[in-house]
């Protein structure tokens, strides 16, 4: 296949461009390969590494948020930016020195949810069962369901969090490989437009 004219600028423009890209999707792929073999090797280690580099974050925004309240002292909303930076630097440690409880609590919270709503649910079904005959059960169905699923995370929070990183685990490693996949596509096409 022959290129001229503005065939060949084309061309010349797409061998830049992926000369410039392909290493952005190969890079990015690595690394999230990584990441799903991390958490699938040492699911609940790397699950507290990640609460642990977001407790870092929230104490940064914290101790931000006390500095600017002081540096703000009478002005509106300096007591505020305090108190929120107060907060922020005590959610903050708290995440650092406790991240597989931090985590094991909001799965708690999860459950306390679902089992609220779930219940909340069949309660709704029950009384509207004479408005619509044929289809409460779903909705009592739907309820107990999400009820039970409260129960047992709230039971088992350990487990789901296990669960979790598992499933965010694999779900890496296939986005990795994709990723990988693409950028050696790139990588292949770039090659082929240098050779024309």
């Given at each position: ?58 104490l ?16 509106w ?28 609590s909001?799965?708690?919270?999860a ?26 059960s ?23 969090l ?35």
């Amino acid at each position: 296949m022959s290129w001229t004219g503005p065939r060949s600028r084309l061309r010349d423009e797409l061998a830049r461009y992926t000369a410039r890209t392909w290493r952005v999707p190969l890079g990015r792929g690595v690394v999230t390969l990584l990441v799903g073999v991390a958490l699938l090797l040492a699911p609940l280690t790397s699950l507290a590494a990640v609460v642990t580099v977001l407790g870092v974050g929230v104490l940064a925004d914290g101790v931000v948020s006390v500095v600017q309240g002081v540096l703000a002292r009478g002005q509106w909303g300096s007591s505020w930016r305090l108190a929120r930076g107060l907060i922020g630097v005590l959610a903050g440690l708290f995440l650092v020195w406790q991240p597989s409880i931090t985590a094991k609590s909001l799965i708690v919270l999860a459950g306390g949810a679902a089992l609220v709503s779930g219940v909340v649910m069949v309660a709704v079904s029950v009384q509207t069962r004479a408005l619509a005959p044929r289809t409460w059960s779903g909705g009592a169905v739907a309820g107990t369901l999400l009820a039970l699923l409260g129960v047992l995370l709230m039971l088992f929070p350990t487990a789901a969090l296990l669960l979790v990183t598992v499933v965010v685990g694999a779900g890496s490693l296939v986005t990795g490989a994709a990723l990988v996949a693409h950028g050696w596509r790139l990588r292949r096409a770039w090659r082929e437009l240098e050779r024309v």
